[in-house]
């Protein structure tokens, strides 16, 4: 593969280790800018190490990458979410004693800049502001389809409801990629049919997703490209339909679950 | 030569000291994840115990070491019994209940043990028996008590022995489980709530040996001494790891030397401007440097963030 | 609409809301009940007890800017009174006859609320990466070494004056007005307890407005987020150092503040005051209280410095009726006592007395989640 000009999040030879154990080793990824490109794999494989380094959690021991034509590794997180990376969590993490607006809300935090001197006056531009966030939110919760009341706990939120949010608060920091680690896990058919109208809604809107996911049927379904982590390698990328047929791929993961 | 060498002698002692109530704090954070804050407490309670059964038995003709020994368990004993207590009252009923409730239980604790002491044991300093042989040896020029020699020795079998019981029994191996994982610990059939107790029974014994160890070496005891021991071996544990064994020992006897070696060297390193009131200050500074560059504490994991 | 209703209650108790009669007639009942306060304090319990509730005022200062440390941000500071102490000690060196200095307070107490918040910083750089029992016996450290040194500052040069303190403070002094000095106004006579009440009630209305307007707004939601889960905070681009080093730096101000003011109102002060007792006691205000709610802040502040009081004038007296004679060291009882209910009333409420989130269900439109909040007061929070 060659770096092509369409190419948001360019990753090349990125390798990660924990202690002896190589949890990713020369693993070079390009995601193209509109697309849905599914990461999959084995437990273990090495998807969510990825993850935590292109969203700046982790620190790559080799290699970097660009977001957009400009280098990120070694970038704090919040750097990352400014560039415009926004992602949810395998094992959800909301703010759970705040209200599902109150997350969104902090998702406009980085797109926003009140300081202490606007809060305290409430001047004219700090209430102006104020409000874009309250209205952005609301918005965007009913994109994500929760029709409780907005002042509910996000502790209190169903289970599909609080991954909904998830996705909801990373939308709120504008990001150009949005990356999804297990949005179904755990769901029902229905919740998941109808995340899978929200991720293509969100890729209407011209956002990147990049999506780990277990859900083959999901991955199949909705993306463009896949690429396969095995062992902490890249084994296998490509449309969905030609990974699927990858020998390497059925003997690593796919198995008979894939047929 | 000869104070450099009297400063380590006397920070080995005091940190010996250190070490094992130490181990009570990171004993239970380990399990736990909680400040026991109320740990010096169960140290003082100790050494007064330890005095109240001596005295009993002063006067009764048994041999001076017996009676020790027997202050020793009376000690211990009444220190295991109020660890259960204090984990059964202040911290079970709390252990689901937002991250600093038991820290607020857990003062309310220290506050009544201290003033209960303050009531049964009075205001004064009391002055503890000198039962062991005392008698000075000279070491190159530097001065150290048949006392302090026992001390350390006491402590490091107590550590050794520990050391054993955490990793070559049944019981430690249930322990080291609960730390890990409580809740599948739980589902392997570990009876989560008695591994607990037993490790604030554990940790208190080591907290009345301690008590009695500091009397022993000090030969005063005080309703008040339990706050500011309690204080240091909690700094100790931390500067070496907290929740980890071994961090502990090492942290209370580092910081028992950096201690006597700050208060007998800060003066001269500072002109003059500087006395050895400000060893504290001293212990204080290198716990920061030392958190700064390794946040984790010296022997601590050094765990990324789960993502 | 439902961004009225997400408002603290009192705020709207404090700000009024013209829509509401039923809150304006509240807030003119408490206005009348503040401003009356110390009289009938004095006439039902006497002037000693005038000045108990002006340290209760002080104190609930101190929690609300630890509020906004360990409350709202999540970061437990055991060293908090450290700020307090730098605010005290320099409103006591710049305004006292110690150096011969005596600078309008106007001047002092500022300075004194920059200099707590530049040592704020100062801690606060270098150790708030630190995971969060780290941080809190680092901040204790740091508590214990401003007192160490201000106990021993006093040789080779004299600059504290050692354990013995500073004495004959100047008081605070607003144009010719003493608030030290008793005066008469619309034909009522005002000691010094009084007006300082006047003062410190003023100034606590203040950090209360500061502590709302900053609750509900961007950087005080980038607080709680952090205080919830921070590496999601940092993943919707919070930049995680700088906001934890703004909570820091405010409580440290607020601190100072209340420090210089208990320096002038004092007259005198020693570094016996700013203990660690006096740190932990602060923090066992704001989390008995209902941390990250300024009503159960508030509640804690007054309830601990009102209730040891309240024993330390029953125990002996009680004793007496009881048994005929005092039995039990008063002092010794009275602790106990408080320390019981330190442990009892947190078994009874983990979450404080008013914890925020029963604020919110009591604020909530919703019977279901009104009933789902009242289960899991009791058991998620972490």
Redesign the interface.
Known sequence: MTPQSDALLELSGIGKRFGGLAALSDVSLHIRRGEIYGLIGPNGAGKTTLFNIITGLYQPDEGGFTFGGAAYAHCKPHLLAHAGIARTFQNIRLFANMTALENVMVGRHVRTRTGIWGALTRNAAARAEERAIVQRARELLRQAGIDRPHQTLAKHLSYGEQRRLEIARALATEPKLLALDEPAAGMNATETESLKALLQTIRASGITVLLIEHDVKLILGLCDRVAVLDYGKKIAEGLPDDVRRNPAVIAAYLGGEAA | METLLQQIINGLVQGSVYALVALGYTMV?GILGL?NFAHGEVVMVGAMVALSAIMLLINSGLPPLLVLLAGMIVAATACMALGYAIER??YR??R??????????A??????L???A??IWG?EYHAFPQLLPNSPHMLAGAVINEVQIIIVLAALAVMAGLLVLVHRTRLGRAMRAVAENPAAAALMGVDINAVISVTFMTGSALAALAGIMVSANYGIVHYYMGAILG?KA??AA?LGG?GNLRGAMLGGVLLGLIESLGAGYIGDLSG????S??Q??FA??V??AV??FR???LLGERV??R? | MMNKKQKPMIQEMIFGNPSSRKAWFVFAALAVALLLLPFATEALLGRGWVRIVDFALLYIMLALGLNIVVGYAGLLDLGYIAFFAVGAYCYALLGSPQFGLHLPFWVVLPLGALLACAFGVLLGAPTLRLRGDYLAIVTLGFGEIIRIFLNNLNAPVNITNGPQGINMIDPIRIGGFSLSGTHELFGITFSPVHLYYYLFLCVTLLVIFVSLRLEDSRIGRAWMAIREDEVAASAMGINTRDIKLLAFAMGATFGGAAGGLFAGFQGFISPESFGLTESVMVVCMVVLGGMGNIGGVVLGGALLVLLPEALRNGAGPAQQALFGKTLIDPESLRMLMFGLALVLVMLWRPAGLWPSTQRRRELSPDAEVAHQEQESVYDAAK
């Open positions: 954070y400040i009252v202040a009923p709390l689901n209940a937002p991250r600093l409730a038991p820290l607020i239980t003062i309310g604790v220290s506050i009544v201290q003033n209960l303050m009531i205001r204080l909690f700094t931390v907290i003059g401007f500087f006395g009131h400000y504290d200050v204080f500074f716990l920061i958190l700064i946040p984790s504490g990324a963030e993502a």
